[in-house]
């Protein structure tokens, strides 16, 4: 990311604290950070109940809260990976009943695995990929397609989605 790669530069900044850079196995890191796409195109879908951007929320300050711990010693590298796969899993149990209720749940994990695939796997640039997320989302919305309804073939396209995400991790990561 271009942002990161100026603080590096001029902030003098040595590493990072991302994903990236746990001692966890590649696919397990790949596989968390796909987490983080499914919850930003979970929270466009955003529904009345708020659910979905309390538990992403949740994901994300109790996270800062690890680091914390972590960078303090309390806690240590391998503790504060599994304690973040546990957020990320309840924070996906909260997603997947708020997309079930609204008949979104296939749709919504076809897009949120092709957006993990086209930034993580072929390097699309992160702006043009949300701006095109957004746009589609918007479209299918004002012409009331957005539902698993409207597509017959949702949990077809759902499934291939998981088959590209799960490949693809393997491919790049063996």
Known sequence: DRNSEWYRTHAGATFSRTIRDLT????????????????????????????????AL????????????????????KTGVALYALKLFIGMIVIFDDLRRRSLFNLAFCFGNTTAVLRMYWGMDKYILWSGVVAVLVYLMKNAMLNDDAFPSSLAMNISSWMLLLGSCYLKHG
Not at 31 to 42: C, G, P, W, Y
Request: with cysteine; aromatic share 10%; hydrophobic share 50%.
């Open 24 to 55: 966890a196995p590649k696919w397990a890191q790949y596989l968390m950070s796909s987490a983080q796409f499914h919850a930003t195109v979970h929270c466009l879908l955003t529904s009345d109940r708020l659910s979905v951007q309390i538990a």
């Open 58 to 77: 949740m994901v994300v300050q109790v996270s800062a809260f690890g680091m914390t711990l972590r960078r303090k010693g309390f806690i240590s590298q």
